[in-house]
Every structure is written in structure tokens, then in C-alpha cells.
């Protein structure tokens, strides 16, 4: 059945200083709970909607695309949207409504409401170069008769020879120092994180961290009572008094390309942290995340390379420089903490698939990966130029300050204007360009800070780049 | 290098309460942290330190495995065994060498230090009849160009046509009733029962489980604060008074088919405890672990189908019908628990990996999966009374109970007799058959609980079952 339109009568009220699509998931939401939307009803289309209520598409979009995350609607491919049986359920618990906060949740729909066709994502990766007949062959081997054992449970810790592997890249392209025994294999950078948690839950009360950081982490952080400290970011990483005036045992860090910020971790300021490590018994976490991709000539290896006393943590991902959806990340331990791993490993499961863990490993032995990486590294590198170009040509340096650039695949424009972030952003939108906040990932409460919008260029072709910066700076000159 | 093999002398003293093979262990181990076993020597084989301890090859091959699952040792396939590093790097912590548990580490080497013939794990499967063919084929074709976005991040719950697809499963073979929405994806059991546990812990304070449970739940549950009331266990599941007595919010459960002592989960057993849960606003919380295989005439529906409160939450696994590689499970939320997950499901990354999540899909989708449970539901079936037939051949009712039969991959023989469940298996140890004890799962300082044994027949061809049989009854009654 389709949705009558004409009972749909939210009260919008555009100069509120809630934003419109809050206001219009709010009033979406009471009608499906309280039951005015049925399950299984057919929702007008956001182009129907918007000229019903005489607003943009883009609330109307952003509206829909959070309550499509949240499980009241689902998409039908071809049919549209409808909603679920969820809000009959749910209302039997009588749930608050909670409008989405102002932090982008990171779009878990492949197919999204209305494409936006100019989504600068920092997740993304250009999955068109992904080697697909390669990995397929590879899988396919792995599923031989022969090899039925790695059907089976295979090693807690992660496949052997793919540990040996790994510890031989990051020794190459990081300077990273293990042995294959020091890794303990997971199933994606929250995986990995999660289980070093649990480790260092023992001895460490309080975590200090970048003043800025990924949801992800933060989210994963409220499960666990570690007291946070903030640590202030400068243009070349933390402040070090504030790591001098804090009481943490252990650090978390994105020292090669902090986010979403960008800076890189000075090399004055990593010799500091270490020997803070060494003087306290702290922890350092490198995360490591986009490290295989720099592009300046400045090629500064990894923190844990530099690590004497075994005080380091790294942690990588296989998301970045493969794909997503493979699940593949990795830590290396510093010794005692591989013994506790090892200790208490009946409490740990391996998440990550073993059949993966072997594809990658023949993927990796047959050097078929390291090609990969060079080739994404020079197509990162080229539409890093490009995006920072297209920038640059739009925004002279009084319109905006272009950051974090030189590495990893986002960088960010800081805009020296009076408008807000989120007025920005749906300003593109608007225009067809998805571009992202970066207060959202504050630790801080930071009073007014000049609009800083990250850019991810992974996932985006050249012509992508160069004209979704072209729409985005006529969206925000209006 | 090789070990100096006159180097090696512990004192074993075969009389000790300590079997054999702990006080080995903690000999080799204490050699190696204090370094007079140096990292990368290569220890002498199984059968040339027996002759030399003059020990049978068991315990030495018990100790090596537990050193090898510890990390002090690896395997190089056709080199041998060799001390890692780890030794080393432990001891400069000052590691106490704790011995190995009885209860038997689950073994994550696929190619194990001495092949055993016989094994009866419970966990293993028949890989032999995985359409791997079938499986390679589908997962090319999630590879494909137009695919591509199944290479991104996906869905955080699960993909939405999976979930579509397991709901419709559960309802068909167990009577589960709900909608795809309230299907969380995860990748293997501890991944779904960690989740679960995230949701639980805000109210619930006691857990009530049965007073056996697998070494991974108890491992897992070591990372809650959850208080833990355990349930006395009787011949058709929970003691009913103890619940009655207990102050917990929720209760594990395996009602099928009870890990590990096999019984089922009576009705009027099963209606009492979802009238407790109403009464009560408790969980129940159903882990169906093989809920597919039932081969006796009673078809016993899922607690889950039964449920008009929303109290059951339902877990599942595709481990055991397709293969545990694959990582893949599910939960079953009811709708207060979806609505927390949802709420918070900013907190959570999706481990199971989209590419697999597709490609089970597509073989649900065919038919072909169905098929498949149908073939290996007979297989297993065939297969389960092959092993009952034998241990009736060798055992009369004298000499031991078989229980636990009818359903799942296992069963139990209680025997008769004054000797240890760890002697019994040692024992058959040195025939080449690998049973499982089940006196380490208790939760309860069970006083002389006569030796049960558990037999996995999964893994193992027909006539490998009778086989390992024989020899085991022939290693018992020496």
C-alpha cells in the first residue's frame, strides 16, 4: 500500500535551530511508531516528498537515509521505499525518538536513497582497480580438495604463513620490527582494537588520546571505563605538555596521517613520546590506517619501528589498500603483551575468515600484491594531486586553508567563513557532492571553529574529483 | 640447531598426581625462559625424546602441542620443531609457567604435531562433502565488475537479502518467527555471543546458565561482570528449582541439545522457563548450535518459536553445516534488544565479511544450500548411529552409559569405572584416538563424577568411527 501523502503534515520550521531533516525524521518516526504508518507502506519518493512540503530534496534525503540506517525503511530495487515492521515492534518498548546527531553515520547501504554521485567518503577505496579475476582464482584454489583443512577452524592467532608475510611488508614498507609471532590477525581495525582493549584493560586506567577521532573508535571507547584524556593536535601532532600533564599508561595515536585531521607526528615529537614510554611503562597505539600511501618525499617510517623498549602497539588494516569487505587487519604485539594474548587466548575467537587469511597469503607469496600497492599508490598519488589542484583552483588561500595533504586518501579544506559546517554540507548536497564534517570526531567542546570539511578522494575518479570540487564550490559561494 | 638431547633431563615421576606430560611441559618451558634452550633450536622428534625419557611418545607429543599452541614453539612442515623467540621475550617478564589446564585447548593447528588418526573432536565437520565447487563459483560471481560494490562496507546488521534468507530458514527447520530485521550477523558464535553480551550487560546483573559449558562461553564471559548462577543439570535440562531459586535476568541455554552433555530440553521444561521469562522480564537465551541435526522421530521446535513475550534471543551458527571457516552466525534479537542494538549500533563493525554474506546468499537463494542440509543432515545421521552402533558393540550397559544421542554432532559414553576421564583419554591417546573429557566444562566442583567421554563424529568417515572405536575400547581396558 502506498503511503497517503496527504497525511503527511510535519510542521517544518526552517529557521529552528534543529536542522530540517532532524525535524522531518522526528515527525516520520512518531508516525510509524504510533502506527499512522503501517508496516509494508510504500513511502512517497524524496522528488514527491519535497513538493509536497515545499522543501529541498536534500532534507528530505538525509531524513530518509537515516531512518533506511535505523531500520524503519528498507529499499526494494526498482520499487522504492517501505517501511519495515520495525516500528511496530519497537513501539511495543515505547522508545524514545533520538533524531540523528549531528555526526554523519557512515552509510551502510551500498545502494544509497538517491545516488550522489560525488561522494567524497574517506572509507572508500577505488574498488574498479580491485585485481577481481585474481583474487577469484586464488580463492578458488584455496577451496581445492586438497586443501580441506583450511575449511576448518585454523590458527587462533591467524594463518602462519599470512603472519609471516605481513611481518615482512610492514618491515618493508614501515621499518615495522616482528616477529610473525608478534601479529595477531583480526577481522578489521575495530576487531583489532577491540581485542588490544581487552588487553591492556589490566594495567591501563586511563587512555589519552588525539583530541579528535574516527566515531568508530570513539563508540568502541564507551564500551570499555578507561578515563579518556584529551591531548590538543598542532600542525605536527599532539601536544606534548599535555601528554607530560596527563596520568594515562597508554596513548592512542594516527601518527603517519592523523584523522581526521591529517598532520603527521613530528619526528622531535615521536622521539619525546617514546622515551615518555620508556621513562613510564606506557603504551603507544599507532594506528596506523593509511600508512602505505605517502606521497611527499618525507617518507617517515612507522613509530613502532623506532621502538626500543617494546612500548608500541601498531595496528593496520587490509581495507585501505585491498578492500573493505575482505575483513582483514592486523596488530603487532610487543612482547608482553603477546604473552598476555597468548595467556588468555580460550577468551578470544578467530573473527577473521581463515579461507580470506590463505587467499591473501598466496596473494601476497606471489607478488601479485606488492604490485597492487605500487599501483594504488601512484593512482592515490594522481588523484591526490588532482583533488588538491581542483582546491586550489576554487579556493584561494583567503577563501580556505587546504590540510593534510601529502598522504592517506583525504585531505581537508578549512573555510574561512561565518557559515556552519552542516549548513555547508547540505548546501552540497544539494548540489549532488557528499563531502563530510569533521567537528563531529571533536573530543572537545570546541567553541567556533572555522569549518573544516574533509575531503576523501578514494573512492572518486579524476573527472569525479574535479567536478564534484567544482559543485561544491559553487554550492557554498551561494 | 639441533638440542643437545643430553642436555634435556627432566625429572618425571609417573606416580605424581601431575600427569606426565604437565610436568614435561613446565620442564621444556622453564628450559626455554631461562634460556638454555636458545630461540630457533630445533627440538628433537616425539619418538627420539621418548626413548631418551623413556616415556611413551604421548605425553611428549601433548607437551610439544601445548608448547606449540603457546607460542614457545613452531612447526616447519618436513623441518620439525623449533623454539621461537617468544621464550625469550617472555622471560624478560618474568612469566610464571602455568602448566597446561585438563581441559584440552581447543587445537588451531590444522596440521597437528602427530597426526591422530582418530579424532572426536566435537567441533569438526565432514569438509569432505562442502561444495566447494559450487561455493568457488558463487563467490567469482560476487567478484564480478558489477559487483563491485559488495567490495565496500556493506550492511552493519548483515546483508538484508541474507538476513531475508535466514529467516526464512529458521522458521522452516526450527519454527523461528521474525522479520529479517531482527537478524544481526556475526562472524562465528563468540562474535554473535560478544555482541549479545554488549547488549545485556546494562540489565542484566546475574546470568543464570547450565552447569557446563563450553570453554570458549566461559572464556568469553570472563570479560563481563556478569555474576554467574549455574544450573544443576538433569536428564531432560535445567533443574527448574534452581532457576526458581536464582536471582539472574537472563539464563544460557542449549536446549537442543545441551553442550556438552547432550540431553534435550523437556516442553514442559521449556514452557515453565518462557512462563519465568514473562513473569520475570528475563532472557532466555538460546544457543542452537546444531539445531539442524535431529535424527530421532520427536521434532523439537526452537524455544524461540514458542516465545510470545519477546524473552528468547536466538543464536545460530553456519559452522557446523557448511564449514567454520566461513565464518558466518546470526542472532535473532527480540524487539527491546533490536531496539538497543540499533540505538547503539554506531558502537559496532560488521565482522562477517560481505563477500561471504553474498555468497551464502546466492547459494540459499538456488535451493542449492537446502539440498545441502538435507544431504549432510542424512550424512550425519548415518553417521551418528554408526558410532552409537559401535560403542554398543564394545560397551554393554555394565560397562557404561551412551548418552546424549538422537541430535548434533556428538555424543556421550559415561563409563563405568574407577580410572580418570585424563588417564582414559591419555590412554587412548597412545592408540591414536583422540576423545574429549567432559569434566572441564563444569562450572561446579563436581566431587567423583564418574569419567565421561565425548565422542565428535563429524570429522570422521564411517569407518573411521568404528575404527577409533575399537581401538579405544581396547586402550580402556588395559
Known amino acids: 500500500m502506498e503511503v497517503d501523502m496527504l497525511q503527511l503534515t510535519p510542521k517544518l520550521d526552517e529557521a529552528a535551530k534543529e536542522a530540517l531533516y532532524q525535524q522531518l525524521y522526528r515527525y516520520i518516526h512518531g508516525e510509524i511508531m504510533a502506527g499512522r504508518i503501517p508496516p509494508h507502506a510504500k513511502l512517497p519518493s524524496t522528488r514527491q516528498l519535497a513538493a509536497l512540503l515545499k522543501i529541498s530534496r536534500t532534507p528530505v534525503t538525509l531524513a530518509y537515509e537515516q531512518l533506511l540506517a535505523d531500520g524503519y525503511l528498507i529499499s526494494k530495487p526498482r520499487c522504492g521505499l517501505f517501511t519495515t515492521e520495525l516500528g511496530i515492534c519497537a513501539s511495543q518498548v515505547q522508545t524514545k525518538a533520538e533524531p540523528p546527531a549531528d555526526s554523519p553515520r557512515r552509510s551502510y547501504h551500498a545502494v544509497p536513497v538517491d545516488s550522489v554521485p560525488f561522494d567524497f567518503g574517506y572509507g572508500s577505496v577505488d574498488v574498479r582497480h580491485f585485481p577481481m579475476t585474481k583474487w577469484a582464482k586464488l ?14 577452524y585454523g590458527d587462533l592467532q591467524g594463518e602462519a604463513e599470512l603472519r609471516a608475510q605481513i611481518a615482512r611488508y610492514l618491515h618493508q614498507i614501515r621499518g615495522v620490527r616482528c616477529s610473525p609471532d608478534q601479529i595477531v590477525i583480526g577481522a578489521g581495525t575495530y576487531h583489532s582494537l577491540d581485542l588490544l582493549f581487552q588487553l591492556l584493560k589490566e594495567d591501563v586506567k586511563t587512555l589519552a588520546l588525539e583530541s579528535a577521532v574516527n566515531d568508530g573508535v570513539k563508540a568502541l571507547l564507551a564500551q570499555y571505563s578507561f578515563a579518556h584524556e584529551p591531548l590538543r593536535l598542532e600542525d605536527d601532532g599532539v601536544c606534548l605538555e599535555d601528554v607530560a600533564n596527563s596520568k594515562a599508561q597508554a596513548i592512542y595515536l594516527t601518527p603517519s596521517h592523523q584523522f581526521p585531521y591529517g598532520m603527521t607526528l613530528s619526528s622531535r615529537k615521536r622521539a619525546w613520546l617514546l622515551d615518555w614510554a620508556r621513562r613510564t611503562g606506557g603504551y603507544l597505539i599507532e594506528n596506523d590506517y593509511d600508512g602505505e600511501f605517502r606521497y611527499d618525499a618525507r617518507q617517515i617510517p612507522s613509530l613502532q619501528s623506532e621502538d626500543d623498549n617494546g612500548r608500541v602497539v601498531y595496528i593496520g588494516t587490509f581495507s ?10 592486523y596488530l603487532v604485539l610487543p612482547p608482553a603483551l603477546l604473552d598476555r594474548f597468548l595467556t588468555k587466548s580460550n577468551s578470544y575467537d578467530q573473527y577473521a575468515s581463515p579461507i580470506f587469511q590463505k587467499t591473501l597469503y598466496l596473494f601476497m607469496e606471489s607478488g601479485d600484491f606488492h604490485r597492487h600497492v605500487r599501483k ?3 593512482l592515490y598519488k594522481h588523484k591526490h594531486d588532482v583533488l588538491l589542484q581542483a582546491l586550489q583552483e576554487h579556493f584561494s588561500p583567503d577563501d580556505g586553508t587546504i590540510t593534510g595533504t601529502g598522504a592517506g586518501l583525504h585531505m581537508l579544506l578549512r573555510l574561512h567563513t561565518e557559515q ?8 552540497a548536497l544539494r548540489q549532488g557532492v557528499k563531502v563530510y564534517p569533521t567537528s563531529a570526531y571533536s573530543l572537545l567542546f570546541a567553541p567556533s571553529v572555522p569549518p573544516t570539511i574533509l575531503f576523501g578522494f578514494g573512492g572518486l575518479s579524476e573527472e569525479e574529483i574535479r567536478e564534484g570540487v567544482k559543485r561544491f564550490a559553487q554550492a557554498v559561494s551561494n
Open 139 to 152: 580463492m578458488t584454489q584455496c577451496l581445492s580438495a586438497e586443501n580441506h583443512y583450511s575449511l576448518l
Open 320 to 329: 585501505r589498500v585491498l578492500c573493505p569487505s575482505i575483513r582483514l587487519s
Open 376 to 378: 594504488m599508490r601512484a
Open 420 to 427: 556552519k559546517e552542516e549548513k555547508l554540507i547540505e548546501k
